[in-house]
């Protein structure tokens, strides 16, 4: 049975959190875009007639702008308008995921970690933690709380990033390549970088393999072309 969603947690506390002077190193080198990361979901037929979505690009485009309290409304009738479809994931489950970066904006820390938490029980609750689906949306959240000084929590979630995308897709793929990467990031910037050079060795391999792999692909598709046509 999937969790009951209610817009009435949007009120939260309105106790505004301080950020200790240290912020990782990482978490200051980027500051993704919520118009490409952050739930944002690229425009299709599909899903460009649905009102969640056009309310949450409406939202997407006011905070780009600065516009908070504009774009914390446009949310709120998206994540309605999510719900009263049923569209638990991506509706419900990404419009969140944009609020909790609009409290960071607002810097009411500990309600962005909620609901971004949130978030991601709704989407255990339908795929489990287990799913590439689920650790695709790990990233940002580990973006969060570094940025709100708990890289413990960042770190954990990035392994879990790892070992999901590792059995889902193997340890030669790309998607486990780029989360041991994301990884090897948040490990050198925390100035363990004798653990983030051995994740940077298998980065290389997992690299020279899917070169290697794309040669050879090419290479078969241009002997078929070459080959002469028997008549049969």
């Given amino acids: 049975m999937r969790p009951k969603i209610s817009i009435f947690f949007l009120i939260g506390s309105t106790i505004f959190h301080c950020l200790s002077s240290f912020v990782p190193v990482w978490a200051e080198i980027e500051d993704p875009s919520v118009l490409t990361r952050f739930g944002s979901l690229k425009p299709s037929a599909a899903l460009n007639s649905k009102s969640w979505y056009q309310l949450d690009q409406k939202a997407r485009k006011s905070l780009s702008e600065g516009d908070t309290s504009q774009a914390e ?8 308008a999510a719900e009263a479809s049923n569209n638990v994931y991506p509706g419900v489950v990404n419009c969140l995921i ?8 607002k810097n009411n820390f500990g ?3 909620r609901v971004y938490e949130l978030a991601m029980r709704n989407m255990e609750g339908l795929v489990g933690r287990s799913a590439p689906e689920y650790a695709k949306q790990l990233p940002d959240l580990a973006w969060l709380y570094l940025k709100h000084n708990k890289p413990d929590k960042a770190e954990y979630i990035l392994k879990q990033a790892v070992k999901t995308n590792e059995t889902a897709y193997g340890s030669k793929s790309v998607q486990c390549m780029e989360s041991l990467r994301e990884y090897a990031n948040f490990l050198n910037n925390q100035n363990r970088s004798n653990e983030a050079s051995l994740l940077e060795l298998q980065i290389k391999k997992i690299e020279e393999h ?15 072309q070459a080959s002469p046509n028997d008549g049969n």
Avoid at 73 to 80: D, L, R
Avoid at 98 to 105: F, K, V
């Fill in 98 to 105: 944009g609020i909790s970066r609009l409290y960071h904006d």
């Fill in 210 to 224: 899917i070169n290697e792999s794309n040669n050879n692909t090419q290479s078969d598709i241009q002997i078929d």
């Fill in 73 to 80: 409304q446009f949310w709120k009738e998206a994540c309605a």
């Fill in 111 to 113: 309600e962005s970690d």
